[in-house]
T-cell receptor, first 119, second 110 residues
Framework: DQQVKQNSPSLSVQEGRISILNCDYT??????FLWYKKYPAEGPTFLIS?????DKNEDGRFTVFLNKSAKHLSLHIVPSQPGDSAVYFCAARLREGAYSGAGSYQLTFGKGTKLSVIP | EADIYQTPRYLVIGTGKKITLECSQT?????MYWYQQDPGMELHLIHY???????EKGDLSSESTVSRIRTEHFPLTLESARPSHTSQYLCASSESRGYTFGSGTRLTVV
């Protein structure tokens, strides 16, 4: 049962326009969410995160929105640049006291969305 | 500058060989992880460690083994490589703010 879902395997956007990547989760015990960016043959790199006590976090061209009632988060990239072309993974962490398996700090990842920004 | 290092970056090896993928971190993190990822697929947790002398299997069954004798070092070993082990292997360590990943090892077993 997949607890973190990225339903769009791929997304193509024109350079300069907005890219919106979506992520849904099913476990209400998640309280911290992250986005990672991954280029081929490299490890994922941290992009931006948001705590469940917030509904928005912004860092330069990247903004993450969290809708707790809908169990949905989205990553907005404005303006999109060709260098943003990569696979983006959404990840979630359980709140303290709700751990299992690898315990605290273990992240549950979505399957990723491949973003292509067309020049 | 990377704080978590994986070697080798690329490895092509014959079936039946024993291999060890190295992972080291300089951040003093107790928690470390190994993930396996095929192109276009999700990240699968295959091993994790809470600290020295602590190792556990992850969600995805794997024929590999790991050890954690030192905090900074978390190597992964395949005793007898097979073509089905061809994949990208990602090592990560974590603290409260999230994971730091290494650059990965792309393993091809021929």
């Amino acid at each position: 049962d997949q607890q973190v879902k990225q339903n769009s395997p791929s997304l193509s956007v024109q350079e300069g326009r907005i890219s919106i990547l979506n992520c849904d989760y099913t476990n209400s015990m998640f309280d911290y969410f992250l986005w990672y960016k991954k280029y081929p043959a490299e490890g994922p790199t941290f992009l931006i995160s948001i705590s469940s006590i917030k509904d928005k976090n912004e860092d330069g061209r990247f903004t993450v929105f969290l809708n707790k009632s809908a169990k949905h988060l989205s990553l907005h990239i404005v303006p999109s640049q060709p260098g943003d072309s990569a696979v983006y993974f959404c990840a979630a962490r359980l709140r303290e006291g709700a751990y299992s398996g690898a315990g605290s700090y273990q992240l549950t990842f979505g399957k990723g969305t491949k973003l292509s920004v067309i020049p | 500058e990377a704080d978590i290092y994986q070697t080798p970056r690329y490895l092509v090896i014959g079936t039946g060989k024993k291999i060890t993928l190295e992972c080291s971190q300089t951040m003093g993190h107790d928690k470390m992880y190994w993930y396996q990822q095929d192109p276009g697929m999700e990240l699968h947790l295959i091993h994790y460690s809470y600290g020295v002398n602590s190792t556990e299997k992850g969600d995805l069954s794997s024929e590999s083994t790991v050890s954690r004798i030192r905090t900074e070092h978390f190597p992964l070993t395949l005793e007898s490589a097979r073509p089905s082990h061809t994949s990208q292997y990602l090592c990560a360590s974590s603290e409260s703010r999230g994971y730091t990943f290494g650059s990965g090892t792309r393993l091809t077993v021929v």
